[in-house]
């Protein structure tokens, strides 16, 4: 909780195999210190009309912006973008300092 | 982490007080101990072509989805549910069980 976010919420092209795209986003979590945390979800639950066509999310947590910033030019964030955006029919993208309203006692 | 994620992201009407919307939201989470956790954030990094127009996230954890169900049909989200819709222009609800790929170690 807490620190930097990088969050990813997209659609993915019909035809694309979702589970090449974790494994090598995996892999570049795993590479990159910068990166604390990575959780990631298929949406289950969500009316088609609450998700609106997108189906997954990725957070990332950084411990300040700063070592976002270094991760967008890291050479394997760098390779592995070109993958992903080729693979992604719809995204949004939002990075924001996280605030942590409630927390477990 | 982990758990079971409900994520909104949103784009705020543009006469909306973002700020009495978030203190409904907080105490809205502090009020439902299915909550277990609350973060949110509003972007300050990520260029308009990657955020669409969107501009806050949230996110929410249970421990399990039956929590997050118990949650939607709770009185008091029902009744901040009508203030949100009012207040914003455009939203993605995603909501899943979480994968942690990496934790702090």
Chains 1, 2 share one sequence.
Do not use: N
Request: glycine share 4%; charged share 25%; with cysteine.
């Amino acid at each position: 909780m807490g620190g930097f976010k990088h969050l990813v919420v997209v659609k993915f092209k019909e035809d694309v195999e979702v589970e090449v795209i974790l494994k090598g986003m995996e892999k570049l979590v795993s590479e990159v210190d910068a990166v604390k945390c990575f959780e990631w979800g298929q949406d289950i639950e969500s009316p088609e009309m609450l998700r609106q066509g997108f189906t997954h999310a990725f957070l990332m947590t950084f411990e300040k912006k700063e070592d976002y910033t270094a991760f967008t030019t890291h050479p394997t964030h760098i390779e592995f973008s070109a993958t992903f955006v080729a693979a992604i029919d719809k995204f949004v993208v939002l990075d924001f300092p996280s605030v942590v309203a409630k927390s477990p006692a």
